[in-house]
DNA sequence: GTCTATACCGTGATAGAC
DNA sequence: GTCTATCACGGTATAGAC
């Protein structure tokens, strides 16, 4: 009989999935260089060296999570609203997008954002990340030369400053109940409408 | 005869503060648990004993480093044109500072804004942080009550978008060349400019 | 104020039994 | 698939000479 949630780690046999779930979130307590082997074995109920059975060692579940935050991001520029269309509609779905993204999987993008390029394989995660901001910035200076978006601020600036503020949400953002969604949807709506029209009460 | 310029770090005869410019540089880039005594004494050319003539170990460093952070952050709160005045405008005014001074005292905030709370010097850096965004928080909620901005926009998400749009500059921004402070100038603008009135181009 | 030498402990990782 | 036992290494920190 096979499990009925096979996302929830069940102590008495893991899998590389359920394990990285335990992992990710100590990662994200203590920071990669200050979690331990030992740390994690604590909060998996497993020995350390049950550790080692599973994954060849630390590094190798840092890349296998940020590596799954990077195939979600990217997944949003291959959909259709994001691919055709006007610019200024195809940024506009992108920014909703990124933020929903990062909310449904915020243990993995956290750590995404959180790597500093110790390692070789963390400077590949920095690079693909920049190639993500590089993509987005595209969008805006083309809706910029189209008379969409104003064209007295810098894309390449106003991109970094977007993604600064959705990437933000690592730093504070709480799953609280099953409305998860309705809360994704709320501050998506909160990052487009700050980002397009700003905090100021509209003249007309 | 004394030094000319005393912030940078001289082999031979380091103080305390002199040290601290070096170990922060380090910590930024490989991250504080990330980096070992070893590290610090390669980088500041002398060795790992010679350190702790100067300060009590490795953690010490870290709380010299954010306490500076802090106390730039506050004084802010104290300036003459965020205490008095219209609410709106008063919060202009802690946006464009809290870029500036995020510029000024770039390394330092940004160890500040990568501590997790491990140790308890950690936490209570958390906590007068939270003080500093729930200070301008208050302040931006003043301004919605005054009409002065949107009341369709939960005031604690803006402040904190608006913050992690701030935050994020020590993510990407590296001065360049001698004119730091019209660059600071410019991004300041930016940040101001996107936050109150948005990307859009205005309807009138 | 700096050095060399070293104590001591926690770390990531392995061996081999069950 | 998990365990106990153990290893080699690198970490923070200290002692004491110059």
Do not use: C
Not at 163 to 170: A, D, R, T
Request: aromatic content about 6%.
């Amino acid at each position: 009989m096979v499990d009925i949630n096979p996302t929830r780690p069940r102590r008495d046999s893991y899998t590389v999935e359920t394990l990285l779930a335990v992992t990710v979130k100590v990662f994200n307590e203590r920071g990669y260089d200050g979690t331990s082997m030992e740390d994690l074995s604590r909060a998996a109920g497993i020995s350390k060296s049950s550790i080692y059975h599973h994954v060849r060692g630390k590094e190798e579940l840092l890349n296998l999570a940020v590596g799954r935050a990077l195939d979600s991001l990217f997944g949003i520029l291959d959909e259709p609203a994001a691919a055709a269309g006007p610019a200024a509609a195809r940024l506009e779905h992108v920014v909703r997008r990124t933020t929903e993204v990062l909310i449904a999987e915020l243990p993995y993008v956290t750590l995404l954002l959180r790597v500093r390029g110790n390692t070789s394989a963390e400077q590949w995660a920095l690079r693909r990340r920049r190639e993500f901001d590089h993509h987005v910035a595209e969008l805006l200076a083309a809706a910029v030369r189209s008379g969409e978006l104003r064209a007295d601020v810098d894309p390449r600036l106003a991109t970094r400053l977007i993604f600064g503020m959705i990437n933000s949400l690592v730093e504070w953002y709480r799953p609280e109940g099953d409305d998860k969604g309705a809360d994704a949807e709320q501050i998506a709506d909160a990052v487009v409408e700050l980002s397009l029209s700003g905090l100021r009460v509209p003249r007309d």
